[in-house]
């Protein structure tokens, strides 16, 4: 069991006569002990399933020239990026996402093989309101794949979000999965202008947090008619699982072809999702439109369904256009990013630190300073077999460190004293049946492996 560590100071400090209160930036947040034990475990879980896929690790700078950054564009990103000037004058921002820079670096690498397969997991930064569950830093866990045009490779991305979400929730999540052609066909059938499409898909893709009557005004505000307005309203509320839905869409697009291939496309991965037997975590829903400009086929958005609400924890969709903005073909591609804070606010709030297993196996407890070098040479010893352990570091007394060593989790707590050491042994404290026994010093990495099963 892992002992939460008390929350790190972000209040004030004290020298002398003189207090300052230091704080970190608003919409950032301090991590440390159990809370960062959990989120390197959600990291590699992740990271873990990931590679399973045959997915390959990117990695790409923090901040991009500002030129790069808008070239996605879109009405939100001058509001949202944390944009400066550098010391050559140059104007720069901070990464809002991981797409953008992969699609910079495939512009600028045309000849990688197809379909390129990578996966990122880094900090990104969107100058966003903050509120629960919404930081201005936070950081993503993204798999995209590159050159395949195929409704398939949409399938593969979104189950691989799904094992790895099977792996860290157990259930309680569903990924609501549209398509921008779809949504197209809806704005065709509406009688929607080209032009105002997008408009439309912002108004739509808000429905859950402003309501019927809220889009209905964006709608008005964006020049869309009252009969379109309607039309657009009433046909967004068809959403569920399987075919039966898919049908259902594709009377909805009758009359337009693009609407029909977004709803085929559709129904390619729902036929995939049935085979894995995943159709129950899938919901195809006409309502939901992504915000971002730069998607083009399937769009997804994962929401955990449990306790506390946190907001979506994943979403990504069909984006064929954006490689071309920064300068190459247009390429076929398709992504989905997992929300890593968001995750990590869940699994503290399950307190999934108390399942966990101690980050030490072996706490060594030297009595008195001058036994400290023969703990630090037993700890070596172990170290180099794989064995995690720890070493008291403050000359405390053994009744303390006992008590610590119950506090950090250890299986085993090595005493090193000095009438043991004179017959070449230490005491070996087993820290849940409270037995001890007399180890040989130079046995001691041997028994260690076979009690822990090294």
Same mark, same amino acid.
């Given at each position: ?9 972000? &209040? ?9 209160? *230091? ?12 809370? *960062? ?6 990291? @590699? ?5 990931? @590679? ?21 564009? $879109? ?120 032009? %105002? ?42 959403? $569920? ?22 709803? @085929? ?10 085979? #894995? ?65 968001? %995750? ?37 010893? %172990? ?5 995690? #352990?720890?070493?008291?570091? *403050?000359?405390?007394?053994? &009744?303390?460190?006992?008590? %610590?060593?119950?506090?950090? $989790? ?27 026994? @007399? ?8 028994? *260690? ?6």
């Amino acid at each position: 069991m892992l002992v939460r560590l008390p929350a790190p100071v972000t &209040g004030t400090i004290s020298g002398d006569d003189t207090m300052s209160e *230091m704080r970190t930036v608003r919409g950032m947040r301090d991590l440390m002990g159990s809370e *960062m034990r959990v989120k390197d475990y959600l990291v @590699q879980t992740v990271t873990d399933v990931f @590679q399973l896929f045959g997915y390959e690790s990117l990695d790409s700078p923090v901040m991009e020239l500002w030129e790069t950054l808008s070239a996605k564009g $879109g009405e939100d990103v001058e509001a949202e990026v944390f944009k400066f000037t550098d010391k050559g004058d140059r104007e720069v921002g901070m990464r809002f996402d991981l797409t953008v820079p992969l699609a910079r670096i495939v512009s600028s690498n045309p000849h990688l093989p197809k379909p390129f397969k990578r996966y990122a997991i880094g900090k990104a930064w969107r100058y966003d309101r903050p509120q629960a569950g919404r930081y201005r830093e936070f950081m993503q866990a993204d798999v995209d794949v590159i050159g395949s045009d195929s409704p398939v490779a949409d399938t593969e991305v979104v189950m691989v979000a799904l094992e790895a979400l099977r792996r860290l929730l157990g259930s309680d999540y569903q990924v609501r999965i549209n398509s921008r052609k779809v949504l197209k066909g809806l704005t065709e059938r509406a009688g929607v202008a080209d032009d %105002l499409a997008f408009d439309c898909f912002r108004a739509i893709d808000k429905l859950d947090k402003i309501g019927r009557n809220g889009v209905l005004d964006e709608l008005e505000e964006r020049g869309i008619d009252d009969s379109a307005s309607d039309f657009l309203l009433d046909s967004i509320t068809l959403r $569920g699982s399987g075919r039966t839905i898919l049908e259902d869409f594709m009377s909805v697009m009758e009359g337009s072809n693009v609407g029909a291939q977004g709803v @085929q496309e559709l129904m390619v991965m729902a036929d995939i999702f049935d085979e #894995c037997e995943v159709a129950n975590q899938i919901k195809f829903d006409l309502s939901l439109a992504r915000g971002l400009d730069y998607y083009t086929g399937p769009v997804f958005e994962v929401a955990y369904l449990g306790e506390p609400e946190v907001g979506s924890i994943g979403g990504g969709g069909r984006y064929d256009h954006l490689i071309g903005k920064f300068g190459g073909p247009d390429t076929p591609a398709t992504g989905i990013s997992l929300g890593i804070d968001r %995750l990590l606010d869940i699994l503290l709030a399950k307190n999934i630190e108390e399942k966990m297993d101690s980050p030490i196996s072996v706490f060594i407890a030297p009595i008195k300073q001058p036994m400290v070098k023969h703990g630090m040479k037993i700890m070596r010893s %172990l170290v180099e077999v794989g064995i995690p #352990c720890e070493i008291d570091l *403050m000359d405390r007394p053994l &009744g303390k460190l006992l008590s %610590l060593s119950d506090d950090r $989790g250890a299986q085993y707590t090595i005493i090193v004293g000095k009438r043991d050491l004179q017959k070449n042994e230490v005491s070996l404290r087993d820290m849940t049946t409270k037995e001890t026994e @007399q180890v040989d010093i130079d046995n001691i990495v041997t028994r *260690m492996k076979s009690l822990l099963g090294k």
